[in-house]
DNA sequence: TCTGGGGTCCTAGGACCC
DNA sequence: TCTGGGGTCCTAGGACCC
């Protein structure tokens, strides 16, 4: 059974803080949002103080400030920069890595099964010693179970960082004690319905039947109960993907009504966004304007409206952004309403040189050359491990069009062609 | 006065084509 | 003008993640 580590790193915003202000240690700190808006993250003793993520600061200002509590606005550069250095020790110790968030990457840890534990917590020691920062390891044969294994060890002090879930009893030990909501995939909505059919916790999951698991949850949920069995449905990802997305919004420090205002801040996400888009060489063909008014004031009226403008052809250049950005304002723009946040996101991103985003091989064409060809495009285009659309398993009734007809993906035309 | 800012993937369903 | 199977492509919106 081939083993994956997730490595995450503990309390990471605050652990950065630390590093620079070295007393803050042991002392309960929180990190805010922009804006100074909310807590985005906790170190272990304002945890048990009952802070938790999310928690407006202007609300519990002075309880905190009781409490002991220290505050810190967040400082992204830096986070950034720590992130890297984590990410690069780990490229050198372990032969693939998917950096899966600021503060979490995926290892392969395969044919060194039996030794993870102790693999694991040397490369633990080496972070530690070289960037000051601490991480958790979680070892198990699928990414849903490294989750699991991590979160186990962050949990359990006489794990000292590193757990491991091989063992189909450690397991269902792991399992029966998570809740449903608690498996990484799951949350209110979905947790609802599951409990609806019985399932309550994550070894609940794990036995549950895969088509009924389809049949109320989609193939999302089918992949995380057969993950969860220690399936492995979800794949190590190191090609990093382009952006299908780019998004640029900010809450306002103070309520916007002047269409003018709005438009100076539309301007400025564009000019943001468009950076982005032309450091990943990439180019956007429609841009989408938001606006809404303060949510939390249920006094208030309330107002909210997004409005999409297709660009003749894709572009990446500022002023051509911006010109679209301000017809979809001129349409969404209600007076009268106090505005407090608003947004730009870039979409139908495509490579700057031109070449189309989707790739499509049609049904008739999937035993022949024709989708050879289309994933080998896609792979010079886009890089691999980015194509999401071709399914392998039953097949019968391609009739089903953009269902997932496997809970596994691939991009390895070897295995398509298989199918 | 003050409640983050990004993202991803999947599904349903409509318009349209041969 | 209608029937109908088979298929493409796109969009909106839901749900989730960090």
């Known amino acids: ?161 590193v757990k491991s879930l091989m063992s189909r009893e450690k397991q269902s030990d792991a399992l029966a004690k998570l809740e449903v909501e608690e498996v990484w995939g799951v949350a209110t909505r979905l947790g609802r319905r599951l409990r609806a059919l019985g399932i309550t916790t994550a070894v609940d999951l794990r036995e549950a039947q895969p088509d009924l698991l389809r049949r109320e949850g989609g193939v999302v949920v089918e992949r995380i109960g057969r993950e969860l069995d220690g399936e492995r449905c979800l794949m190590l990802d190191e090609g990093s993907k382009p952006a299908r997305s780019i998004m640029a919004s900010r809450s306002f420090g103070r309520p916007v009504t002047a269409q003018r205002e709005l438009e100076e801040a539309v301007a400025s996400f564009v000019s943001r966004a468009a950076e982005k888009l032309r450091r990943q060489n990439l180019a956007a063909g429609t841009v989408l304007v938001f606006v809404h008014t303060n949510p939390f004031k249920t006094t208030e009226r309330q107002y909210s409206a997004s409005d999409v403008v297709r660009l003749p052809v894709a572009s990446a250049d500022t002023s051509k952004l911006i010109h679209a950005a301000f017809c979809a304002v001129r349409r969404i723009y209600k007076q009268g309403y106090r505005y407090t946040k608003a947004g730009v996101m870039l979409d139908a991103i495509e490579p700057a040189d031109g070449v189309q985003g989707d790739l499509w091989a049609s049904a008739d064409d999937w035993k022949g050359k024709t989708l050879m060809r289309t994933v080998d495009r896609l792979n010079r285009v886009w890089g691999r491990g980015t194509m999401v659309m071709a399914a392998c398993g039953v097949n019968k009734r391609w009739a089903m069009r953009s269902e997932h007809l496997s809970p596994r993906y691939t991009t390895r035309w070897e295995e398509l062609l298989r199918v």
């Open 1 to 161: 059974m081939t083993c994956l580590g997730l490595v995450d790193c503990n309390n990471f915003y605050v652990s950065c803080e630390r590093l620079f202000d070295p007393g803050l240690r042991h002392r309960p700190v929180v990190v805010l949002s922009n804006n100074d808006g909310c807590a985005v993250a906790r170190s272990d003793e304002a945890k048990r103080l009952g802070i938790r993520m999310g928690d407006p600061w202007h609300l519990h200002r002075a309880e905190w400030q009781r409490k002991g509590v220290v505050i810190r606005s967040s400082n992204y550069a830096l986070y950034g920069d720590l992130s890297q250095r984590v990410i690069s020790i780990l490229r050198r110790l372990a032969p693939s890595v998917e950096v899966y968030s600021i503060d979490e990457a995926f290892i392969d840890l395969a044919g060194l099964e039996g030794r993870e534990e102790g693999i694991a917590r040397e490369m633990r020691a080496t972070i530690l010693q070289w960037t000051g920062i601490p991480v958790s390891f979680g070892l198990a044969p699928t990414k849903t179970l490294a989750k699991v294994a991590n979160r186990a060890a962050k949990k359990d002090a006489g794990s000292q960082g």
